[in-house]
């Protein structure tokens, strides 16, 4: 990504000290100055985590002069939620927004987050912005969210998104991240059921939440 961005200036518009900002966030005073001076590249991650830490959409922390790129919303994640695999999906919603730089020339897309079996994350309503796994041609990563989807020949397809994790063995795991009882526990990505075929779909890139 690129290095420039606008943390100083909607630092200063909040009256905000770098010091107040490494205290919400957990980064150095340091790190945040290289990363305001376009010395140092902010990441996915610390962009979402400064962001949220001042109030704003990860995307208004990027130049205005990076390109937007219109992004469809096309479903729903849900646990729980089984649909038809010929069920048609009517929203027109589209998000126009910046796309950082690793991501431009692929299809993202965007999904709605419904119910608490992520919640500890993306609280319901997040939109998350995703990358399908053919064209990042990569390997799942621990500790990055994907979409998963779980097709039943029987029920259809429960489309979800859970946190990439590799035990000390080495088994695969789709692990949600929720306050709730009904969705703390693990998905084995290694171990199929009977009529069941579980893929790994897209990765989540980032996500934009509400107030």
Not at 68 to 79: D, K, M, N, S, T
Not at 118 to 135: A, D, K, R, T, W
Not at 140 to 169: H, L, M, Q, S
């Amino acid at each position: 990504m690129s290095a420039e961005n606008n943390i100083r200036e909607i630092r200063d518009s909040r009256k905000l000290t770098l010091e107040v900002l490494a205290e919400r966030t957990g980064l150095s005073v340091g790190y945040l100055s290289r990363l305001e001076k376009g010395a140092r590249n902010l990441s996915l991650k610390n962009m979402q985590l400064i962001a949220d830490s001042m109030q704003v959409q990860p995307h208004e922390l990027l130049p205005l002069q990076t390109s937007h790129h219109r992004i469809p919303l096309v479903g729903e994640v849900q646990a729980g939620k089984w649909r038809a695999t010929d069920e048609p999906w009517e929203d027109p919603e589209v998000f126009d927004i910046p796309l950082p730089e690793p991501y431009k020339g692929l299809r993202p897309f965007a999904l709605r987050v419904l119910g608490p079996s992520m919640n500890s994350i993306y609280p319901e309503g997040s939109i998350l912005i995703c990358c399908h796994v053919e064209e990042l041609q990569e390997d799942p990563i621990p500790g990055k969210r994907y979409i998963i989807e779980d097709c039943d020949e029987a029920d259809g397809i429960e489309t979800t998104v859970k946190e990439f994790v590799v035990d000390a063995e080495g088994r695969p795991w789709a692990w949600p991240r929720s306050t709730h009882p009904e969705f703390q526990s693990p998905m084995p990505l290694d171990i199929g059921r009977p009529g069941h075929t579980i893929r790994i779909k897209a990765r989540v890139i980032f996500s934009l939440k509400g107030e």
